[in-house]
């Protein structure tokens, strides 16, 4: 079935042959999960690949998370996904109100999927700093995600993955904590006068959660895990520009007219 929580006003689907091709992987392959390509979309009509695409191109037709745990750094959003219904009702789990709703849904699909396809073509357009979107909103409210996470991992302790895979979701986890703390314009979608905890947090969440043996991971990205494990937040808050300022000259790279 088609997901029934996509509901941008877009249509999602961008070209008509698109959901017979879906409709054709699903009777081929009879995913619990099918996990389709995007793009974004920004106010200027540009468009931008979605990250980590290369993701959608495992080797076997479908999969588990143990087998390709690198595939949970896909977008937490049930938009992104076609999923089958028995699977879903047989999760018994609800899908809650508020921001970062995703989060914890996307996983227990993703750890309790004994099928998970990949479909890399764009399906979906998501359009990028939307007027009221939350991905635009700074507000208090961004800290729900540390609940969701928590939400996460508390079904981590009870299924007890490969120890590949909680690694993958704990490196997700503090990625995701990053990228809300740095995303969007005018400061971020923290207010300032809550940056501090919502660090304070992120620290406390590492500590917390760091699978034994955990390593990090190369480049920037582990530095900012390393500042992150320290709590070494003045440092975190002179570096984040930089690194921001990186991060849209290479999305500026990639988007096409």
């Known amino acids: 079935m088609l997901d029934p929580f996509a509901v941008d006003p877009i249509p999602p689907f961008l070209l008509p042959e698109l959901p017979l091709a879906i409709t054709a992987r699903l009777e081929r392959d009879r995913p619990d999960l099918l996990l389709i390509d995007y793009v974004d979309l920004f106010p200027d009509g ?13 080797r076997q037709p ?12 896909r977008t937490m959003t049930s938009w992104s996904k076609v999923i089958r219904r028995d699977f879903l009702d047989g999760l018994k789990l609800p899908f809650p109100a508020g921001i970062h709703e995703d989060v914890a849904l996307t996983c227990a ?12 073509r764009v399906c979906y357009q998501y359009r990028r700093d939307r007027p009221g979107s939350f991905m635009t909103t700074p507000s208090r409210g961004q800290l729900s995600i540390f609940d ?3 939400k996460v991992f508390g079904l981590l302790d009870e299924r007890e993955p490969p120890p590949p895979v909680r690694a993958a979701v704990f490196e997700r986890a503090i990625w ?6 740095q995303a969007g314009r005018r400061g971020g979608l923290v207010p300032r006068q809550q940056r501090r905890e919502f660090f304070a947090r992120m620290h406390a969440d590492f500590i917390r959660f760091r699978p034994p043996g955990y390593r990090h991971p190369p480049g920037p990205r582990g530095i900012k895990f390393r500042l992150v494990e320290r709590n070494a937040y003045w440092t975190y808050t002179v570096l984040e ?10 999305r500026a790279s990639t988007r096409t007219p």
């Open 46 to 58: 540009r468009t931008a690949p979605s990250p980590g695409r290369a993701l959608l191109s495992p």
């Open 62 to 73: 479908t999969f588990t998370l143990a087998e390709h745990p690198q595939v949970i750094h």
């Open 109 to 120: 699909m993703l750890l309790g999927a004994e099928r998970i396809g990949a479909l890399p």
């Open 148 to 150: 969701s996470y928590e």
């Open 176 to 181: 995701h904590y990053t990228t809300v703390l």
């Open 241 to 250: 520009p930089i690194n921001e300022l990186r991060v849209l000259l290479t």
